[in-house]
């Protein structure tokens, strides 16, 4: 059982930053890809950002050069770096890492953070 827990949401102006983190726990044996989704009221869950275990990054075209996602394997965490935010910005995020644990991997979800941007 991988359990993801995320933290660093919040209300900021727009203009500002925050800094989302996910840390996972539980049985893991292996990490893959991690990643950062957003749903926003009444559309659909939407790709942000994603990370491959090689550090390979890929990003929705609405937070190029805004936002930053890393990893840091040693400790089972992914964060997503969020600058110069904008209202549209405003959603719940949630964290996304395939995990392997005593089985085959497996996409693993956080419970979501709310991030809202005022103008």
């Known amino acids: 059982q991988v359990q993801l827990v995320e933290s660093g949401g919040g209300l900021v102006q727009a203009g500002g930053s925050l800094r989302l983190s996910c840390a996972a726990s539980?049985?893991?044996?292996?990490?893959?890809?991690m990643g950062w989704y957003r749903q926003a009221p009444g559309k659909q869950r939407e790709l942000v950002a994603t990370?491959?275990?090689?550090?390979?990054?890929k990003y929705a075209d609405s937070v190029k050069d805004r936002f930053t996602i890393s990893r840091d394997n040693a400790k089972n965490t992914v964060y997503l770096q969020m600058n110069s935010l904008k209202p549209e910005d405003t959603a719940v995020y949630y964290c996304?890492?395939?995990?392997?644990?005593?089985?085959?991997?497996?996409?693993?979800w956080g419970q979501g953070t709310q991030v809202t941007v005022s103008s």
């Open positions: 990370i491959t275990i090689g550090g390979t990054t």
């Open positions: 539980g049985s893991i044996f292996r990490f893959y890809d």
């Open positions: 996304w890492m395939v995990v392997q644990g005593s089985g085959p991997p497996r996409n693993s």
